[in-house]
Every structure is written in structure tokens, then in C-alpha cells.
T-cell receptor, first 114, second 112 residues
Framework: NAGVMQNPRHLVRRRGQEARLRCSPM?????VYWYRQLPEEGLKFMVY????????ESGMPKERFSAEFPKEGPSILRIQQVVRGDSAAYFC????????????FGNGTRLTVT | SQQGEEDPQALSIQEGENATMNCSYK?????LQWYRQNSGRGLVHLIL?????REKHSGRLRVTLDTSKKSSSLLITASRAADTASYFC????????????FGAGTQVVVTP
């Protein structure tokens, strides 16, 4: 039973390029969460999605960032026109229902903007 | 501002010793969770304590929760080198499922 799968593990982008981060939740999980972790800090909530719906995007910057979780396929976190400050580890987590006790996290995608 | 604040920021102990770390938070919570993160990896859930619980045990882990002081502690007994990791507390507010509020973490190094 595979856990939460994120790819790529490492992503290097130049300023102004687009970054696409993918997340496949655990089998049977229909709730996906994205978190961002800056160096030496804890994780910060970005967005909560169910299939085809954004439930809570209160932690996501209003510009350049978007997320989706289509009916088929992985969840995608998209960052347009990346800047150096976007360099961070982006973690995806999933749960089987909305009021899950805890989340299952992937190993993250480490984005470096040069 | 961060909901959870861990203390200390870093802890270095020898194998066999106990490791204690604390977490304080600001708002009312439904539950508080502790996660572990090995370098370069994702978070692994360790233990959850609900707001109506005061103490919980899981193997070598012991968690306490004091809602009047808005604080929690995690005790790892008889530590092992494999316990070397960062430990994070995360709170879940009522009606905010999945929206975990993490602290900055405590880095624990256990030397053989």
C-alpha cells in the first residue's frame, strides 16, 4: 500500500519559470492538503482540496499559485513566474475523510529557484 | 504568527537518556499532534492527544496536554540514535480539520 507519492523530489527552476508539483494521495484518500516548509521552520498550510473542489485556500498566496485535484490523476500545485522566495520544500498530505485524526505526508518536493 | 512554539529549539543527548520537548499554542484546539521528520523526508505522525485528554502513551512516547496553560510536552524515554530527527507539534482548531498549525520544531540529536 503505497504512501503519499510526490514528484519530482527535487526541482530547480530559474526565476520567471513555472513549477509544477505533483501529488498522488494514498489509495482510498480523497482529501489532499499542501504545505510549505521554509528552511529551519515548521510547515505552513497552503490549501485543502477534495476531488474537483478547493475547500480552503486561505494559506495560498493570491498571485502566481494555484492548485487542483482533478477527478482523474494527481493533485497539482502550480507556481507561475517563480521567484527566489518560492524556494522551499512543498509537502502534500492526504486523508480518507475530512475529519481525519491525522494526515499522511509525502516526502516532499524541494524547489530551488536560481 | 505560529500557533505552536516548541522549546527547546535543539536538544543533544546521549543514548539511553530521556528527551523532553515542549509546545505552546495560542488558540482553542480540538487536538494536538506530534510529528517527526528525518532530514530530507516527510513528516511521520507519532501521537495525537485530544483536548479532553491530559496524558497519552505510545511505546516510548509520553505526551501531556494542559489546556489551561495551552501547552503540551513530548517525552521520549530511553532514547536511541535512531530517534535523531526534528519533532514538531501541530494543533487542530475546531472546524479546521486538516489545517494543521505547526511550530518551528525541536531538533533532537541522540549520540551513541
Amino acid at each position: 500500500n503505497a504512501g503519499v507519492m510526490q514528484n519530482p523530489r527535487h526541482l530547480v527552476r530559474r526565476r520567471g519559470q513555472e513549477a509544477r508539483l505533483r501529488c498522488s494521495p494514498m489509495k482510498g484518500h480523497s482529501h489532499v492538503y499542501w504545505y510549505r516548509q521554509l528552511p529551519e521552520e515548521g510547515l505552513k498550510f497552503m490549501v485543502y482540496l477534495q476531488k474537483e473542489n478547493i475547500i480552503d485556500e486561505s494559506g495560498m498566496p493570491k498571485e502566481r499559485f494555484s492548485a487542483e485535484f482533478p477527478k482523474e490523476g494527481p493533485s497539482i500545485l502550480r507556481i507561475q513566474q517563480v521567484v527566489r522566495g518560492d524556494s522551499a520544500a512543498y509537502f502534500c498530505a492526504s486523508s480518507p475523510q475530512s475529519q481525519a485524526d491525522f494526515l499522511h505526508f509525502g516526502n516532499g518536493t524541494r524547489l530551488t529557484v536560481t | 504568527s505560529q500557533q505552536g512554539e516548541e522549546d527547546p529549539q535543539a536538544l543533544s543527548i546521549q543514548e539511553g537518556e530521556n528527551a523532553t520537548m515542549n509546545c505552546s499554542y495560542k488558540t482553542s484546539i480540538n487536538n494536538l499532534q506530534w510529528y517527526r521528520q528525518n532530514s530530507g523526508r516527510g513528516l511521520v505522525h507519532l501521537i495525537l492527544i485530544r483536548s479532553n485528554e491530559r496524558e497519552k502513551h505510545s511505546g516510548r512516547l509520553r505526551v501531556t496536554l494542559d489546556t489551561s496553560k495551552k501547552s503540551s510536552s513530548l517525552l521520549i524515554t530511553a532514547s536511541r540514535a535512531a530517534d535523531t530527527a526534528s519533532y514538531f507539534c501541530a494543533t487542530v482548531a475546531t472546524d479546521s480539520w486538516g489545517k494543521l498549525q505547526f511550530g518551528a520544531g525541536t531538533q533532537v540529536v541522540v549520540t551513541p
